[in-house]
């Protein structure tokens, strides 16, 4: 039987790409990073951080609103851009039991941190980041990296990197419109 | 056909694996080889050291305008024998990104040098010896930023014997000092 070398060549190439990115994600489930792509539809791994004027912030308590998780740092750009959106719609969404947490992953002073807080008029909670944290929402090796969080604290989507204002409306609105806190209502 | 179909549906789920997986899956920043650099005791010699950004990202200058930004830095471990004196960082570029058009970020694309000046002591015995160090970056796209980085950085350093110096005092006897 005669074979398309051509085709042969397409399949090898084919295998060895999976062989690659196969050894790499192992690698990197054995780095720890197991968590990742298992937490959309599961309870949002609970923490327990602190603000920047040193109180502490329960995931947990938050449950029955829905809640808006940014992970940024205060050298990152695009995290920036997002920051004047988040406060609009902590503003906008917030009377109907919507919070936006921001976790600073950042070597910066936590004086740097609230100054660029400040400067940037944020009004929702600043948290400082832990690395363990970010582990637990499977390595946030992106910034920003965003994830939305139902009422009744599962995790409901995940967005890396800048995206659209409306993608975050869409997911607030999801958000805010799932759980079974939201049935209970009606 | 069937084996084009089952391909194509291979890179999908390759290409699916990838989403869960972002950001860069390797290095951003990369070192050349650097040649042995040769320097006789006690003389200066520069040492060239050329990094690569992959294509599509930037990192930060070593003197970013902006507040917040981290800049690249090479740290090297400075030996018993041989003094680090200077390290001069190439002007990086002024660029607008998407996620802030309005606004110029100086930062290293593509190829970049670095150069080390080297001053070995004159005590210090000839031979190659092995320098290390770390080049710290933060790298980011036009979508996201990923946390610092510490890409590790060595390069050979060959010791050569300086000259004698010339001879100010009369000849002496060779058994002067036996």
């Given amino acids: 039987m005669k074979r398309n070398p051509l085709i042969l060549f397409f399949v090898a190439a084919i295998v060895a790409v ?10 990197n489930n054995r780095a720890g990073n197991s968590g990742k792509g298992q937490l959309i539809g599961n309870l949002a791994p609970d923490f327990d951080l602190q603000t920047l004027d040193g109180k502490d912030v329960k995931l947990s308590d938050l449950r029955g609103k829905a809640v808006l998780l940014n992970f940024w740092a205060t050298y990152c750009g695009p995290c920036k851009v997002e920051m004047p959106w988040f406060v609009e719609l902590q503003k906008e969404y917030g009377p ?8 600073a992953m950042d070597d910066a002073s936590t004086e740097d941190i609230a100054k660029f807080a400040k400067d940037m008029g944020v009004n929702y909670p ?8 970010g582990e637990s929402y499977g390595g946030v090796s992106v910034l920003p990296t965003t994830f939305f969080v139902d009422r009744d604290g599962k995790v409901i989507a995940r ?9 975050f409306v869409d997911h607030i609105k999801k958000a805010l419109s799932q759980g079974q806190a939201v049935q209970a209502r009606r | 056909m069937k084996i084009l179909l089952a391909s194509s549906l291979c890179l999908m789920s390759v290409w699916a694996w990838a989403q869960d997986n972002p950001g860069p899956q390797t290095s951003v920043v990369k070192m050349a080889p650097v040649a042995t650099v040769t320097a006789v005791q006690g003389k200066p010699a520069t040492v060239s ?38 390290t001069t960082y190439p002007e990086g570029k002024d660029m607008s990104f998407a996620f802030a ?14 150069d080390v000046l080297v001053r ?34 060595s390069f050979d350093v060959k ?15 060779p058994d002067v000092h036996q």
Avoid: W
């Fill in chain 1, 159 to 167: 967005e890396f990197g800048l995206q659209s204002r409306s993608v």
């Fill in chain 2, 120 to 153: 070995p002591l004159m005590s210090v015995q000839t031979g190659k010896y092995v320098v290390r160090g770390t080049l710290k970056y933060q790298a980011c796209d036009n979508q996201a930023c990923y946390p610092p980085k510490q890409l590790p950085v």
């Fill in chain 2, 159 to 173: 010791i050569a014997k300086a000259a004698a110096p010339p001879h100010r005092n009369p000849a002496q006897s």
């Fill in chain 2, 49 to 86: 050291l050329l990094f690569r950004v992959a294509n599509g990202y930037h990192i930060n200058s070593n003197q970013p305008k902006a507040e917040y930004l981290i800049p690249t830095v090479l740290k090297v471990e400075a030996t018993t024998d041989i003094v680090i004196r200077k």
């Fill in chain 2, 101 to 114: 058009p309005d606004e110029k970020l100086n930062v290293y694309t593509g190829d970049f040098k670095i």
């Fill in chain 1, 96 to 103: 109907q039991g919507f919070q936006i947490i921001g976790v």
């Fill in chain 1, 18 to 27: 999976m062989l690659f990115t196969g050894i790499r994600v192992a690698r």
């Fill in chain 1, 126 to 133: 600043i948290l400082l980041g832990k690395e363990s944290v």
